[in-house]
């Protein structure tokens, strides 16, 4: 008896040891109903409800005059399963320019309402330039308060394929349909500290609507170019990728980074590693969990993990960075 009770102990003993060793190693920020890493961060998730995701692309949403070298019109053959898009014809021939509208939302919504979300929307691209150009060039999205731009654009690069690291993502559906995501965290991001970085808002400023540009449309071989819009959400759907948005990829010794990561849905937990620890270190602080502290001079890789939504999806993303 006395031998199953020594056995017992030492196994206690392994597990709590165990624990120790690997609870130390997986320093993140980890939310539950609040913020707390291994320096037992405060900071509380706001509750808030989101609708179901609604669709927005009916000709009755478009903002009176915000349409620029285009002419819209409702579309019921050529849709996605919805019964009404918006197709949107080229007015400027074969000049190349930013073709431009604005979609109104079913009411207005402020940045902390949806900042864990993403815009969502089908793009028909198939007749909108030449065959020698199918299938490039994305439109860009950004949030507005009534015309008026807030945050970030994302988008538009002239490519068949949306780079990796971007804050977007595109996904053929066949006969010439896109679906594309923006991530509204990229937009107008949220998780920063304003010792070291400012925004022009904050989680109560007002968004009417989105902007969506397009450079890439001109009409060819005698056709009217043309594109369709369809199912546009503000999605609650959980995310295919992270993205980064940063500018730039150097920074100073001592110096704070924040790592601008685009992401979708509601945080759960986030973590930092570098390939290698002696040039950088994760320094995340009350306010974010997306910034990371030069230590020595070199280059380095460092690799976000996070842990988002009800589903627990996690998701990674690395990068190159150098510290000067």
Request: glycine share 8%; charged share 20%.
């Amino acid at each position: 008896m006395n031998k199953i009770k020594i056995v017992s102990l030492i196994i206690i003993l392994c597990v709590l040891v165990l624990g120790m060793i690997f609870g130390t190693a997986y320093a993140t920020w980890t939310f539950t109903d609040s913020v707390t890493d291994s320096s037992t961060i405060g900071f509380t998730v706001p509750d808030w409800s989101f609708a179901l995701d609604s669709d927005f692309a009916k000709v009755g949403q478009i903002r009176n005059g915000s349409v620029n070298n285009l002419e819209f019109s409702q579309e019921t053959e050529n849709t996605i399963g919805s019964v009404e898009a918006i197709r949107f014809t080229n007015t400027a021939g074969t000049t190349n320019c930013v073709h431009s509208f604005i979609i109104d939302f079913d009411r207005n919504y402020t940045v902390g309402e949806i900042r864990f979300q993403k815009v969502a929307f089908d793009y028909y691209f198939a007749e909108k330039r030449s065959l020698d150009k199918l299938g490039r060039g994305f439109p860009k999205v950004e949030l507005v308060n009534g015309t008026t731009k807030v945050g970030n654009t994302v988008g538009g690069k002239d490519a068949t394929e949306v780079p990796e690291l971007d804050a977007y993502s595109a996904v053929s559906l066949g006969n010439g349909w896109w679906h594309l995501e923006y991530f509204i965290s990229a937009m107008t991001p949220t998780y920063v500290d304003t010792k070291y970085d400012k925004l022009p808002y904050n989680l109560d400023r007002v968004i009417t609507g989105i902007r969506i540009m397009d450079s890439y449309i001109y009409n060819y071989s005698g056709n009217t170019a043309f594109v369709v819009l369809d199912n546009l959400q503000i999605s609650s759907a959980p995310c295919i990728k992270l993205g980064l948005f940063n500018g730039t990829t150097s920074f100073a010794a001592g110096k704070q980074y924040w790592v601008k990561v685009a992401f979708a849905g509601v945080i759960n937990s986030v973590n930092i590693t570098f390939d290698d620890d002696n040039i950088a270190e994760y320094m995340p602080t009350e306010s974010s969990p997306f910034y990371i502290k030069g230590k020595n001079p070199g280059s380095t890789t460092f690799t976000v993990t996070m842990n988002l939504g009800e589903e627990h999806q996690i998701l990674t993303v690395s990068r190159l960075i150098t510290v000067t």
